[in-house]
């Protein structure tokens, strides 16, 4: 069997999660090295957000580096600016990584755009006010444009096909940052009502079921949409330059029906041959759907034939004050390894191992990282008591490994409201 780890990368992390730490000049290819050292060669570099994290040629783009700084950053920030500005680090990851035999994918957040006055918002959500999904109560979401506009879906395509064409071996598309990819967007409710004579808004998700589910997918399809737009613009690409470019789909593992509540139509995605691949994340955004489970993911992906990449994260979750700083205490080597092994023996065709930028040079973790690509050896490292004994498990990281975006259950996305 066929077992791939898969090393999700952000190279302003691989600073920003330690305080005394400078861009270098040779980050992208001391961020590459450092998971070489850990035997990681299937990387999945950052795209960006609604911003860009690579000089793209795009009209209008937003670059990290190359956009007016904003106001307020810290020296280290404006650091991290200066290094993006300095050169394309997408360009020279994929040269480091390709002179080394490294797979080198490049991963966009689906759905992250930020609120007004955020460092992260792009010009184009900044443009473009009635694209913003609405929330159920009509009040404006800034932090997502909406599937249901042409122009938004034709925006993220252009810049997934950029990245082929700059040479990404894959393309990641991330649907846990952040779901729901869809809400109550005017165009969208408007087309509903006139389908189903019904005012989506007006829907209750316990008291009517299927109609709520109805709309759910219906509003999905918008993204499958994006889904058949992107395939469409690939596969010129592919066939002209003889590349299979793969899609692979990050997703909650949360099971197909909160999946299709946030938007994402699985299961019709695979059936259509849309996504090539699927990458699980436990992202814990939901109330009501805790039943986190790769199983039915992996029968699908047998069904199907598309390998599928069992959730892990290095950075544990970030509520209770530690933002995007690493909790010390959130964190065991063992807990991580553990849940690998648990994946493969589960069938899984590897791991999809977010923000490794920390764990390659976090004390313990890149020490653990280096089994993670031999089965022998991992499933060695967790059967060692001495290893066990080191690291001891403690309520802080008993469940460490989930997504580190994911809230506590009063701070979850209620169903009523989504």
């Not at 898969?6 to 302003?12: A, K, P, T």
């Not at 395509?157 to 393309?171: K, N, P, Q, S």
């Not at 997918?217 to 058949?228: H, I, N, S, W």
């Not at 970030?318 to 849940?339: D, F, M, S």
Request: with cysteine.
């Amino acid at each position: 069997m066929d077992w791939t780890i898969w090393s999700v990368i952000e190279l302003g992390c691989w600073i920003a999660h330690f305080p005394d730490r400078w861009p270098t000049g040779r980050d992208a290819e001391d961020c590459l090295d450092a998971h070489l050292a850990c035997n990681l060669r299937h990387l999945v570099w950052e795209l960006g957000r609604g911003y860009l994290a690579y000089h793209s040629d795009l009209p209008g783009a937003t670059c990290l580096g190359l956009r007016p700084e904003p106001a307020g950053l810290t020296a280290q920030q404006r650091a991290v600016e200066a290094m993006f500005r300095s050169r394309c680090q997408l360009r020279a990851a994929l040269r480091h990584g390709h002179d080394r035999d490294c797979v080198v994918y490049g991963r966009l957040c689906m759905n992250r755009h930020y609120g007004p006055g955020s460092p992260h918002r792009s010009e184009f959500a900044t443009r473009h006010p009635e694209f913003l999904e609405q929330r159920k109560d009509g009040w404006v979401d800034p932090s997502r444009l909406s599937f249901a506009a042409e122009e938004y879906r034709r925006e993220r395509v252009a810049i997934l096909v950029e990245a082929a064409r700059i040479g990404c071996d894959g393309l990641c598309l991330d649907f846990c940052r952040q779901p729901p990819m869809v809400r109550y967007h005017p165009a969208a409710v408007s087309a509903w009502r006139e389908s189903a004579k019904v005012d989506a808004r007006l829907l209750r998700r316990r008291a009517d079921r299927e109609a709520f589910l109805a709309w759910a997918r219906f509003r999905a399809g918008y993204v499958t949409a994006f889904l058949r737009e992107l395939k469409a613009a690939l596969d010129p690409f592919r066939q002209r330059y003889g590349k299979p470019v793969p899609v692979q789909a990050r997703i909650p593992n949360d099971g197909f029906e909160a999946n299709l509540i946030a938007g994402l139509e699985v299961e019709a995605w695979c059936a259509e041959g849309l996504v090539d691949q699927l990458a699980l994340s436990e992202l814990r955004w939901l109330e009501g759907y805790d039943a986190f489970d790769d199983g039915p993911y992996l029968e699908l992906g047998r069904r199907h034939g598309l390998p599928v990449y069992a959730s892990s994260n290095c950075l544990p979750t970030q509520y209770g004050g530690w933002g995007g700083e690493c909790n010390p205490a959130g964190v065991n080597p063992w807990v991580l390894a553990r849940r690998a092994l648990d994946s493969l023996e589960a069938g899984a065709q590897g791991v999809c191992l977010y923000q490794t930028d920390l764990g390659v040079q976090w004390p313990g973790l890149d020490q653990v990282l280096t089994h993670f690509a031999d089965p022998d050896a991992l499933r060695a490292y967790v059967d060692d008591a001495t290893i066990r004994e080191r690291y001891p498990v403690t309520d802080a990281q008993r469940e460490y490994g989930i997504d580190n975006h994911s809230k506590p259950p009063d701070a979850r996305e209620r169903l009523d409201g989504i």
